[in-house]
């Protein structure tokens, strides 16, 4: 079983609709979780961290759920601009390193 | 802060030369990591620094492979000699501390011909 995996996609959505993803990871001890977007050729950035007792930054929300070891990212009122590939991040326990989900690719149309 | 500087953006190299990625972390991140991405296997971590020591190395595909930080503000990663399945795009990014979300650089597009 891979350390963290992602809803395959693509995500085809009309503007303004809602898109949930979804992030199962395996390592139970995991601390940290983030959700990072990558545009087409370019590097991640940091979307959000995701904290237990979930959060909301504008359109964007973040759930986590420990008990069955996923983390959602819903977006509402999706927009053309949205359109990249959403990354699960993971810490490994006791070390720095994060790791990656494959990604979901969404493509907002207009 | 300029963020975190890669160079060059684009690499193409004939298969067995050497190659040499260079990175300079945000000032201040005691962390640098050197990551590869490829359609097949996604981002993958190759090695990681803290305070400019490696300490994690296992993701190095073979001897082919090295990486360097010599100081707070410098990394290398050479591969010699290169093979066509190393093309790729290679991050590197820095964080100030166990915890924290990465900041990425703009990546080098290795291509090995």
């Known amino acids: 079983r891979k350390e963290v995996e992602q809803d395959p996609g693509p995500f085809n959505v009309p503007e303004g609709a809602t898109v949930a993803f979804n992030c199962t990871y395996s390592?139970?001890?995991?601390?940290?979780f983030f959700w990072y977007r990558q545009d087409c050729r370019k590097e991640p950035k940091l979307l959000m961290s995701?904290?237990?007792s979930g959060n909301e930054d504008g359109r964007f929300t973040a759930q986590l759920n420990r008990a069955s070891q996923y983390i959602s990212l819903l977006i509402r009122d999706s927009k053309l601009s949205d359109s990249a590939t959403y990354l699960c991040v993971v810490n490994e326990p006791y070390g720095q390193n994060f790791v990656f989900g494959p990604g979901t690719r969404l493509s907002v149309l207009p | 802060d300029a963020g975190v500087i890669q160079s060059p953006r684009h690499e193409v190299t004939e298969m067995g030369q050497e190659v040499t990625l260079r990175c300079k972390p945000i000032s201040g991140h005691d962390y640098l990591f050197w990551y590869r991405q490829t359609m097949m296997r996604g981002l993958e971590l190759l090695i990681y620094f803290n305070n400019n020591v490696p300490i994690d190395d296992s993701g190095m595909p073979e001897d082919r492979f090295s990486a360097k930080m010599p100081n707070a503000s410098f990394s290398t990663l050479k591969i010699q000699p290169s093979e066509p399945r190393d093309s790729a795009v290679y991050f590197c990014a820095s964080s100030p501390d166990r915890g924290r979300g990465y900041t990425f650089g703009s990546g080098t597009r290795l291509t090995v011909v």
């Open positions: 390592n139970s001890a995991s601390q940290s």
């Open positions: 995701v904290y237990s």
